[in-house]
């Protein structure tokens, strides 16, 4: 059975540190709902009601375009291995780039990437747990290293370039900054 509650507990933020995936979820008011998968550890607990993640260089940046216009997001972790849980995160995030004063602030909470590209924060209203019964078994073998190595490759300027080339508009055509 799933439960619902006001914040994290202290069970709930062990499991969150244990995993080595999680999917945003966000939508604008129109156009196409987003579901992206993250990993390479750029996810950060501030406090029982409070998230950062490290959001790097990627083939789009719809989460940066929705949350422009509605700052509602879900974040949704899933055991693979062990103890079956799905565990979601309901909430209002906020993005920050390289030049705004929380980013400066909060990037010290994760390792060097050359493709960091926002730090998202996210004020937790509701937390749910469910079963997970029907999510298989699978394990965890090693972090990919292609992105990372494909930015390192390209340096900071060739990172800003490409985004500039490929992350300036959403799938529907929206601004991300």
Known sequence: MGNRLKKLNPALKN??????????????????????PKGMDTFRIVNNNKI????LTGSGNETAAHLL??????????????????????????IYHENDQIYKEQIGLFRDFTGARQIIEMDINLVQTSCGYAVPFMEFKEERTQLNESDIKKGRAGVKKYWEEHNTLSLDGFKTL
């Open 69 to 94: 216009e509605n700052n509602r997001m879900t974040i949704m972790f899933c055991s693979f291995e062990k103890t079956p849980l799905i565990l979601r995160l309901y909430g209002k995030a906020q």
């Open 52 to 55: 950062v993640w490290l959001n």
């Open 15 to 36: 499991f969150i540190k244990n995993q080595k995936i999680f999917f945003v979820g966000t939508a604008r008011t129109s156009g196409t709902v987003n579901v992206s």
